[in-house]
């Protein structure tokens, strides 16, 4: 399903990135975890190339980009098509209702017809708890409720893979739970998730595969039983020490 090989990062003579390799069977959920500046998100702004890897290979599905060479924006567009991403700080369009904004994406990169991409973008905030909120304007939204319109915009393009960057960091804790709500939901249907985050239970509680990155490195990476209570490595220990 996901294949990175040898991928790394430079910004200028900063090395972010540092031969990451990982694979990810279709279905799977993948929680990612570190301390700040460990490389965390800029591994999921590659995955959609929404930063541009310096070296390595990356697979998703059908589609492989070899980063020793020139990038395409056919290529970037096509790996676009297969990802959805769910952001910090929702990234709504202010100037559009929640149902204007699960449908933009279908509408004008898919080509989907109005009527259709309507009907899908209402069951979608139905299934995200949102249904009495369709004509509502971000401004008009909590935080929470923001976040879950970014979840079903994200899921309106029907993506082989969703990735989750800290979808809840941005909110007030009494908001937290509503959205993990939803992305439980999301996992138990099939999909393909990579998760950054810092909610440590709810990292137990839905991931396949916990990875944890430090420095730009996969440090260590397991299934959450053996990460939470047994990890190898000591950095792995010290990190989860300060944080339980």
Known sequence: MISINGLSKHFGKLEVLKDINLHVEKGKVIVVVGPSGSGKTTLLRCLNLLEIPTNGELLIKDQKVDFSNQVTKKQITSFRKLTGMVFQNYNLFPHKTALENVMEGPVTVKREDKLTSKRKAEQLLAKVGMADKVDFYPYQLSGGQQQRVGIARALAMEPEVMLFDE???????????????????????????????????FAQEVADEVIFMDGGYIVEKGDPGTIFTVPKEERTKRFLQLIQ
């Not at 009494?174 to 393909?192: D, W």
């Open 167 to 201: 979808p809840t960091s941005a909110l007030d804790p009494e908001l937290v739970g509503e959205v993990l709500k939803v992305m439980k939901e999301v996992a138990t249907e099939g999909m393909t998730m990579i998760i950054v985050t810092h909610e440590m239970k």
